[in-house]
């Protein structure tokens, strides 16, 4: 079996995820922050290292303005429904992925806010410039993604967070797809707010992801409930990440993100991402030689996350995705990514893209597996 | 170590749960739903099979009326938010938790719904008459957990879903505490929504839970994004699960639920009540027998989920908890446990209660320990 379908759930994990998750459940996973005994206290401590972590990769000083959430799209739901009001402005990007656009457009149809989605170039590159021309005084957010998950561009968000800034406007950095691999530096970039999942780049398991909050955003909670802190007030607490934090959090899925975030860090984010671009290179080498072959992911593997998209003529993306599993076990993704309007863009709603994601762990012998099952399935079509 | 401590997480979980999350984790866990790839499938099949598990636990006829959460405040908060509208009236009771009293407090806070919070008896009991007594024509929804997460007691759930559906008004039952040993059959009950968490009475993992959502109840979701279907859609669809399963779901977590369950089915809620029974009983026993202890929990163990809460005189709960931790590695918990209003009901809002709550996996030798642990601290506090 040949994975490439990271972009969704990045496959396998690092053993040391497996094992801190096992660790975690079978010896002392308790309710973390609720009791005040020994497994409790462990477990609350083991989430803590986890916050720790990750506040450390993407260079957030105080680790309590990280909030874990069930993934990333309930992380872009607190951040979305969280600070926007009545009236207010938006501006996102048509490469969005339908956990922003979803709660943006539902937000639109019921008058709250106005919504302005921009457009982007032939690669699905979005031009600060024309985020800036769209700031008017109601404008009170930009959202937009670190990488496109449909064909992995990345893109100049360091730019558009500066439009941001300079605008007194919100900056929502969607990292669902690069974080891990595509350095983000918080000290670096103005960030309102980041939503991340824990189960793509970060290599942890499912079930995990989360939320930065910059101290000068005040965020509603979208669910409230029980945080463990002042039991006797019947309303949500304000700090955080216990604002945020309703219901027991998932210990050993956290525990594993950790495991996942240290391999990350002890590996590098440089090495993991020159280790992808070396596939992802060898990839485009191999499938750009077929003619029958259109691609839309960028060739410069700078501006690349770790994905080819494409399609064979006007074969549905879906067919050739099925051929890829059942002939040569070769697991990737057709169709439209949650990502429709994209796929407008390029022109491609209906039949979608095949997407090839890499991660980490695959190799060279894998991408030439790829490429020749994938020029072996178009030479079947066509004879 | 013994770990009194199941009404938060239970501890520990059946061996076969270890080994299915480990199994999906490191073999199968792609995508679920999304892919259409054979790990993609397995996944998504596994969270069926789950969902269908947990249906034939609870008798819903049709699983997909089951929605995966994050935990049960997730569920609650969907239920509640989702559910009610402006000027709605709610009656709910002084023994529920923060997940069920914070939400409906915020929503009472913004003049969006009246609240009305019936009172309880000696034990924590709720009378169905004093709830039936406050319906008004506004009243749309009655919410009440299935059994008290302060000292165990199993409320009339059942008389009063009657007095829901004879007036025509919405049940929420919060099934946090008591699901996996108090039988729960929506064949013979009249039940709008029910939450659940999977990490306690179920067995499975933290970061697993669920909503099963009446046919005829219509529900808004708290957040929307990538479900995976319709996704040329630009907003949340309409169809259960999807609804309300956003995002990547928990795989590996829910995978571990399954085996969770399995387990309940195979052993019998009957068993599992028997068992638990019969640990209630020796620790009621032990403990009454010292005067200087109060027990807060009902003795009849019919109507006892499997805590026994109690204090020594007006000692601070968290005192003895820590003694018993650090003496004698005995695992529970102190404080107000999340439920404010019940312990304000029991006049404990100051020094708290200990409480002991029992899983299948204690055993008797633990709780003569137990008894005997206290007894001692008791002992050295007053000598």
Chains 1, 2 share one sequence.
Do not use: W
């Amino acid at each position: 079996m040949i994975y490439l379908d990271n972009a969704a759930t990045s496959f396998p994990k690092p053993e040391t995820v497996y094992k801190a998750m096992e660790n975690c459940i079978s010896t002392y996973c308790a309710n973390p922050g609720r009791g005040s005994h020994a497994m409790s206290i462990k477990s609350a401590l083991a989430i803590n290292e986890t916050r720790e972590k990750i506040a450390s990769l993407i260079k957030v000083r105080d680790s309590l303005n990280i909030c874990f959430t069930k993934n990333a799209t309930e992380a872009l739901n607190v951040a979305i429904v969280g600070s926007l009001k009545e009236g207010d402005h938006v501006i996102t990007t048509c490469m969005e992925h339908n956990s922003v656009l979803r709660p943006l457009k539902t937000m639109e149809r019921y008058n709250r806010i106005k919504l302005t989605i921009v457009n982007a170039d032939s690669l699905g590159r979005i031009d600060p410039f024309v985020i800036k021309r769209h700031i008017n005084k109601r404008t009170r957010m930009i959202a937009c993604t670190l990488s496109s998950n449909v064909n992995g561009i990345i893109m100049p968000v360091k730019e558009i967070s500066r439009v941001a800034e300079n605008s007194g406007v919100l900056f929502l950095l969607d990292a669902s797809q690069g974080l891990g691999s595509v350095e983000v530096d918080l000290e670096k970039m103005y960030v309102s707010m980041l939503a991340f999942p824990g189960h793509k780049g970060l290599m942890g398991p499912q079930g995990t992801g989360g939320i930065y909050v910059s101290p000068d955003v005040k965020l509603k909670p979208i669910m409230s409930g029980g945080t463990g802190s002042r039991s006797e007030y019947l309303y949500q607490p304000e700090q955080l990440p216990d604002r945020f934090e309703s219901g027991t959090l998932n210990t050993p899925g956290i525990v594993g993100l950790g495991a996942g975030v240290d391999f990350i860090t002890k590996t590098g984010v440089k090495e993991i991402k020159r280790k992808k671009d070396e596939l992802i290179k060898r990839l485009l080498d191999g499938l750009k030689q077929n003619k029958s072959i259109k691609i839309y992911s960028p060739e410069n593997v700078n501006e690349n996350s770790g994905i080819v998209a494409f399609n064979v003529n006007d074969t549905d993306s879906s067919e050739i995705c099925a051929q890829l599993d059942k002939r040569y076990s070769i697991e990737c993704r057709s169709g439209l990514h949650c990502a429709p309007l994209a796929h407008k863009h390029f022109n491609t709603s209906k039949i979608g893209m095949v997407r090839l994601s890499v991660g980490y762990f695959n190799t060279l012998y894998e991408i030439d597996n790829t490429i020749s099952a994938i020029n072996r399935i178009i030479y079947d079509k066509v004879n």
